[in-house]
C-alpha cells in the first residue's frame, strides 16, 4: 500500500525520525491495544530479546494479508522474539477487516492500534513495513516482508543483523494517462480491492483456471473457451450443481462456437481465431458473491449470450446404496483424498465430494451426469481399484461396496446457454 500524498512525503526529514542504529526512547507504552491482558504494553517490557514492529493498514489488502503469516512466525519462535502489529487506525477499522478474513480468526499476539506516534519516529509510504529492534532497543533493520523468513529469523537470534535489505521507500510518478493495471509495472503493489477485466485469446499462454478465496476473492481465467466461463460462473462452487457439458444446453450455437474437441495446431488454429477463448479475471472484497459479479460480466461483455438456469428431465447415472446396505461413517482420522485414472481413496471425506470429481473430470464426457442419490451425508472411508473414466467399470468396483449406479430419468438443473444475436464480441 501506498499512503495518500499528504500523509507522508518521501525524502521528509523529522526531529523524531529514528533510523538504523538509533536507540528507541524509553518509556513507550500503548493504551489502545487488541488481543493483551494488561492495560497497557510498554516496549520497555521487551528488553532483552529481539522485537518486529510490523506496520499495516486495514485499508491495504497486502499488509493485512501479512498478519497471518506474521502470527505463524510468532508461534514458532514463542519467547525467543517479540512481533508487534501496530496501525495509525482506530479499533472499529480494524474490527471490520478482522471479521472479513477467515484467515485472521485466529490470531494470537498483541495488535496495537490508533499509534501515530510510532509512525513519526518511523515514517514511510510503503506497507507493510517492518522495523527490527535488538534486545538493547536499538533498531536493527529496517525492511520489507520478503526479509522476514524463518531463515534470515534463525540468523537474527543467533547474532547475525545483516541479512536484513534496508527498506527505503521511494515516491511514484504516475502518468497522466497511463492504465494503472496494464502500464505501470512501476506500481509493485496496486493494492487492488476490485477488479474485473477480460481479454482475447493471449499467445503463447495455456489454458488455466485459479480460484483463491483466503483473502479477497481472486478468480483469474486464461484462454479458456465461452463455455468454460459460464461453466464456471454459473455452477459457482456447489458440489450438487455443478454444470459440466452433459448439463448445459446451448441452443442456436453451431458446432464449435463454444467448445471444440480439438489438439495441437487445429486447436491454436481455432483459438487464433478470436472469437472462441478469452482471459477473466476478478478481484473482489470477501463480503461480496465474485459468481454474481462474473455473471453480470459476462452478461455485459457477451450479450449475445442468454443464460438461464432451468429445471429440465434428463437420463442421469444416480448413484444409491444398493439394497439393505448401509454405507457405514468414517472411522476416525485425518481427512484425506485421492483420485487418479487408475482409482480412489478417500478417509473421512464427503461422498459428494467424489461425486463432484466423477463430473468434472473422469466422467466429464459421459452424455448422462452422476447425481448422488445414497443419502449419506456424513463422511466416510472408500477405496476403489478401477478406471474411474470407464462408467462400467467404476459401476463394478461401486457395488463392491455397497454402492451401485443406476441408469434412469429426473428433473435436473441444466445451465441454457441460448444464442439470442449474432456472435462477434468486439463488434460495435
Known amino acids: ?64 494479508a501479512s498478519l497471518a503469516d506474521m502470527d505463524e512466525l510468532q508461534d514458532h519462535y514463542g519467547d525467543r522474539l517479540a512481533i508487534l502489529p501496530i496501525t495509525i487506525f482506530p479499533e472499529n477499522r480494524v474490527q471490520e477487516v478482522l471479521k472479513a478474513y477467515s484467515s485472521l480468526q485466529d490470531l494470537e499476539f498483541p495488535l496495537i492500534i490508533d499509534a501515530k506516534k510510532m509512525r513519526e519516529y518511523f515514517p514511510h509510504s510503503l506497507l507493510p513495513h517492518f522495523v527490527i529492534l535488538d534486545p538493547e532497543g536499538s533498531v536493527a533493520a529496517i525492511t520489507s516482508q520478503s526479509d522476514i523468513t524463518v531463515e534470515n529469523l534463525d540468523k537474527l537470534l543467533a547474532g547475525d543483523e545483516s541479512v536484513f535489505r534496508e527498506k527505503i521507500d521511494k515516491r511514484i510518478k504516475l502518468e497522466r494517462n497511463a492504465r494503472l493495471i496494464s502500464e505501470s509495472p512501476q506500481v509493485e503493489n496496486k493494492n487492488i480491492w476490485f477488479q474485473s477485466a477480460m481479454t482475447g485469446y493471449i499467445p503463447g499462454l495455456g489454458g488455466s483456471i485459479i480460484q483463491d478465496y483466503s483473502g479477497l476473492s481472486h478468480i483469474r481465467i486464461v484462454n479458456m473457451s465461452i463455455l468454460s466461463h459460464f461453466q464456471l460462473a454459473y455452477s459457482e462452487r456447489d458440489l450438487v450443481d455443478y454444470f459440466g457439458r452433459n448439463r448445459i444446453e446451448t441452443p442456436g450455437f453451431g458446432l464449435e462456437e463454444l467448445f471444440a474437441e480439438k489438439v495441437g495446431q487445429d486447436a491454436l488454429d481455432w ?154 464480441p468486439l463488434a460495435p
Open 271 to 424: 483459438m487464433e481465431e478470436g472469437t472462441h477463448v478469452f482471459g477473466y479475471e476478478l478481484i473482489a472484497p470477501p463480503h461480496l458473491n465474485p459468481y454474481e459479479l462474473m455473471q453480470e460480466d459476462l452478461k455485459r461483455f457477451f450479450p449475445q449470450v442468454k443464460a438461464s438456469v432451468e429445471s429440465k428431465t434428463k437420463t442421469v447415472y444416480a448413484l444409491v446404496q444398493m439394497e439393505g446396505q448401509q454405507y457405514p461413517k468414517a472411522m476416525a482420522g485425518k481427512q484425506a483424498y485421492q483420485a487418479a485414472g487408475n482409482g480412489v481413496r478417500m478417509r473421512n471425506y464427503p461422498l459428494q465430494g467424489f461425486v463432484y470429481h466423477l463430473n468434472s473430470s473422469f466422467q466429464q464426457n459421459n452424455p448422462y451426469p452422476i447425481v448422488n442419490r445414497t443419502g449419506i451425508d456424513y463422511p466416510i472411508d472408500l477405496s476403489l481399484d478401477t478406471k474411474l473414466s470407464n462408467i462400467e467399470s467404476l459401476r463394478e468396483a461401486l457395488r463392491m461396496n455397497g454402492l451401485d449406479l443406476v441408469k434412469q430419468e429426473e428433473v435436473i438443473s441444466v445451465l441454457v446457454l441460448e444464442k439470442v444475436g449474432d456472435f462477434n
Open 1 to 64: 500500500m501506498v499512503y495518500p500524498t499528504g500523509v507522508y512525503r518521501g525524502g521528509e526529514t523529522r526531529s523524531d525520525t529514528l533510523t538504523i542504529g538509533d536507540q528507541i526512547p524509553a518509556g513507550i507504552e500503548f493504551a489502545q491495544v487488541l488481543q493483551f491482558s494488561s492495560d497497557k504494553l510498554r516496549l520497555d517490557d521487551y528488553r532483552g530479546k529481539y522485537v518486529i514492529l510490523e506496520f499495516w493498514a486495514p485499508t491495504c489488502s497486502l499488509s493485512t
